[in-house]
């Protein structure tokens, strides 16, 4: 009997340069490529035309057995799309300002090394994806994925308007100057919707979010029971009525969610709490069309105008790898 020949592995590394100190991430690669016995690994620059998902096929065509990425929230968003469904796990290491996904995921943002080195030696776990179609104003369609968020209306007015130099400057602070520039302009708009094969009906809101998970910066748990690996979309319906509704939606996002949940005596105050600034649905799909054009966001990213959304969810599309014992009950 012959021995098995042995299979190579190589790690294959896509960042940002712009996001990343490049020669001490590659340098990090190396060492524990090295040390898990891996062939040299990949290097692949994210550029202004792409932002990661050509870099991301080259790699699996390189035969990758893992591809690490390191950069802002559209470059992971990116990648994830071109990975999704070739088994080959993905390393989100924290950088860039937003970190949504690696938040997400509970991941330390400030220990880069170890998220690394569980590229060779960590769990590898299955998360879903959102998958958006966005209908133009010609009535064409282009399709994209979310690994955390897409929304249409004010949110997407927002980022639209958040200025780059700012962003680059202050990291995600820089969304409340998009914010002050959106709000006095900010109307509500109808939707008509069909959750998965419900009947058709409609709402008048500010903003539409559709969540693959829940976790914003600065603590901010816009949706607190989302999950990453549910096979479900949750659904976030922004829709105040004057200035106390604008004050009751940020006391549902900021102190509801993310403070009063936190305690017993809080959770039975929300139990009895009825307000309608913030509505919440979900379904494993929605389709969605508007009276009037709307801008558009994946993931943090502006993707233009569009008269409706479609959004599904693939479930455990994707494959992440994590530190070994890191929690995931909370995903």
């Known amino acids: 009997m012959t021995d098995p020949v042995p299979t190579v592995r190589r790690a294959a590394l896509i960042y940002n340069p712009v996001k990343v100190d490049r020669d001490r991430l590659r340098t990090q690669v190396v060492h524990y490529s090295g040390r898990a016995g891996w062939e040299s690994p990949l290097f692949f620059e994210t550029t202004v035309g792409d932002a990661g998902s050509g870099q991301a096929r080259a790699a699996v065509a390189a035969g990758a057995s893992v591809v690490l990425v390191a950069g802002g929230d559209g470059t992971v968003r990116a990648v994830a799309e071109a990975m999704a469904y070739t ?14 996904l690696a938040r997400n995921l509970r991941l330390t943002l400030d220990d880069p090394e170890r998220v690394i080195s569980s590229a060779f030696d960590g769990e590898i776990h299955p998360i879903d994806i959102g998958l958006a179609r ?3 104003l010609d009535h064409t369609v282009e399709e994209a994925s979310f690994v955390v968020m897409a929304g249409m209306g004010l949110d997407a007015a927002m980022i639209a308007n958040t200025r780059p130099r700012m962003k680059k400057a202050v990291g995600w602070v820089a969304y409340v100057d998009g914010a002050a520039r959106s709000l006095p302009k900010a109307a509500p708009f109808r939707i008509v919707y ?3 094969d419900d009947k058709l009906a409609s709402s008048r809101t500010y903003s539409v979010l559709f969540a693959n998970c829940g976790s914003l910066p600065a603590g901010i748990a ?3 029971d989302a999950s990453i690996a549910d096979g479900a979309l949750d659904i976030v319906l922004i829709q105040p009525r004057g200035f ?4 009751a939606v940020w006391r549902r996002v900021w102190w509801d969610n993310s403070v009063l949940r936190r305690f017993k005596a809080g959770r039975l105050v929300l139990e009895r709490r009825r307000d309608r600034a913030v509505r919440y649905l979900s379904a494993h799909g929605i389709d969605t069309r508007t009276e ?7 993931d943090g990213d502006h993707f233009g105008i569009a008269i409706g959304i479609d959004c599904r969810v693939a479930e455990g599309a994707l494959l992440v790898t994590v530190p070994s014992g890191h929690d995931v009950s909370r995903w």
Do not use: E, F, K, Y
Not at 244 to 247: E, I, K, R, T, V
Not at 292 to 298: K, N
């Open 194 to 196: 069909q959750l998965d």
């Open 292 to 298: 009037t054009p709307q801008a558009v966001q994946l």
């Open 244 to 247: 106390w509704g604008w004050a």
């Open 134 to 136: 966005m209908t133009r």
């Open 222 to 224: 816009l949706i607190p």
């Open 87 to 100: 088994g080959i796990p993905v390393t989100i290491v924290p950088s860039g300002t937003g970190n949504l």
